[in-house]
């Protein structure tokens, strides 16, 4: 570390904790990360909107709290990215679509909501500072970040490559400096999967662990809030502010909180590590394989057991995420119809034409492939042919960890089978596109907690750079702690620990 680091090269929790004893100001955090925002952004595309101005008004009123001896909160001064599918009130609100603006093309013309999500006012509640909304893919529909309406999110370890999906907007603003910490979203991997890419700590909890109040609907039995970190004692600070039980969400957990900064620490030795062989079979690249296999070695030795498990419906987790949440998608995105909020088709003669026209003109190719599938599928004739199948095979796979985690304490995959591929290469194969979240599918369909934390990355080779591979850590349900103890005790001996991606090419 340099002599006289920024303040932008401390972690999350040493940041707060500087601001909270005033040793930094936190106006000072907001201009060093707003400016940097300035500079790189139109390179990596991380976010639609940026709050320059209410940010640094934040800043100044946490200096102020703390100048007349008032406590600060868990997160003071903590630069905080938000996705955009969560509702930030008076803020410029699109999830990436069209739809969502009013001329169908600018986001800072988008949607302004009236309330902030509940884990947005958690996190004021906290005293971060929330920079700016990120990229994503429209409605969270997407793996590479590609199907937003207004550009792609760039991986700042390889601008030619993708971030990953849907919240690769946030992950890209972790893994470049651009915020301390980020909110996704997770409804099949796009928490976990931006974060393997890209190199930083992503968490999808429990489901109904986080409120999902003011998160815009993609599949509401499968969508979680979560946070990105660049360290996972910086994921745990943010995941426990942004828990608990909220009365507005009637799907959220009333279970205790725990004090997930406290796991980091935690003594690992003797957990029960299961290892899928499902996970390891073909289509899983050489080098993603070797990098997770040796993370098992070193966990390993902190004194963890390696156990073969078994999780045979694996094998039906695509089909079945598609079909669920594809129907459920037909379902929420009905409310934008042009009368409501956002775009509105001009001269239509009807109401059945404003609704056509509007969604045509507002909704991007993905969300209308997906909108079509979940409304065939709802169909009468062959509602039990695929969805009551669906739902059926999905408590299948549920039971499966039910029954490895009476052997086992955490299992352990790959979250990708691959590293971040180019911008492009799969836009044109939707299926190609879907599979790089095979692995992450089965534990959001079955609602346990799971997180990404990296291992050491590939070597580079003529063409191809160095590139992130995640370890994904999959728990029972409200074992977030478990997690986080073992995340952070690879995370000591993790070849992939304080590596950054490359300044970006002037």
């Not at 850590?473 to 073992?486: G, H, K, N, T």
Request: charged share 25%; net charge neutral; hydrophobic share 40%.
């Amino acid at each position: 570390m340099r002599e006289n680091p920024s303040p932008l090269d401390r972690s999350t929790a040493d940041l707060a904790d500087l601001v909270a004893r005033g040793e930094v100001k936190a106006e000072l955090v907001a201009t060093l990360v707003l400016d940097r925002i300035a500079a790189q952004n139109a390179a990596l595309g991380a976010y639609l909107t940026v709050q320059r101005d209410e940010t640094l008004a934040a800043a100044r009123a946490i200096d102020e709290k703390r100048a007349r001896g008032e406590p600060l909160g868990p997160l003071a001064g903590v630069p905080i990215a938000i996705k955009d599918a969560l509702a930030t009130r008076d803020v410029p609100t699109t999830a990436a679509s069209r739809i969502l603006t009013r001329d169908g093309a600018d986001p800072a013309r988008g949607f302004r909501p009236p309330y902030d999500a509940t884990v947005v006012a958690r996190l004021r509640g906290a005293d971060a500072l929330l920079v700016g909304k990120t990229n994503m893919d429209e409605f969270a529909m997407g793996s590479s970040n590609e199907n937003s309406a207004f550009f792609p999110a760039r991986n700042p370890w390889d601008l030619t490559r993708t971030p990953g999906g849907s919240s690769g907007g946030s992950a890209v603003a972790v893994a470049a400096g651009l915020a301390h910490g980020a909110l996704g979203s997770d409804t099949g991997g796009s928490i976990r999967q931006p974060a393997a890419l890209t190199g930083t700590v992503g968490v999808k909890p429990t489901y109904g662990r986080v409120s999902r109040f003011g998160l815009f609907a993609f599949a509401s039995s499968l969508d979680q809030v979560g946070p990105f970190a660049s360290d996972v004692r910086g994921a745990a600070r943010i995941l426990r502010v942004i828990a608990g039980r909220d009365p507005h969400d009637a799907t959220s957990l009333a279970a205790p909180v725990d004090d997930y900064e406290a796991a980091c620490g935690r003594d690992v030795k003797g957990l029960r590590i299961g290892v899928p062989e499902e996970y390891f079979a073909k289509g899983l690249d050489p080098e993603v394989e070797a990098s997770v296999r040796a993370a098992l070695r070193g966990i390993e030795g902190l004194g963890c057991e390696l156990r073969p498990v078994r999780l045979p419906h694996t094998r039906y987790a695509v089909a079945t995420y598609y079909i669920i949440a594809t129907a459920e998608a037909s379902s929420n995105l009905a409310r934008y119809d042009g009368v409501r909020y956002g775009l509105r088709a001009k001269d239509a003669p009807d109401l059945g034409a404003l609704y056509a026209r509007t969604r045509a003109q507002g909704f991007g190719r993905e969300v209308k492939r997906r909108i079509m599938l979940g409304t065939y599928v709802l169909c009468a004739g062959y509602y039990d042919a695929y969805y009551l199948r669906a739902q059926r095979v999905r408590t299948l796979i549920r039971r499966d960890f039910e029954e490895a985690f009476k052997e086992v304490d955490v299992i352990a995959t790959p979250v990708s089978p691959t590293t971040a591929f180019r911008l492009g290469e799969r836009t044109e194969d939707p299926l190609a596109m879907y599979l790089a979240d095979i692995y992450t599918l089965p534990a959001s369909l079955a609602g346990v907690p799971a997180l990404s934390v990296p291992c050491a990355p590939t070597a580079p080779k003529e063409g191809a750079p160095s590139l992130p591979v995640g370890l994904h850590l999959v728990a029972p349900p409200l074992e977030e702690s478990r997690l986080f103890a073992l995340a952070h005790a690879w995370e000591q001996i993790s070849p992939a620990r304080g590596l950054t991606p490359p300044p970006l090419p002037r």
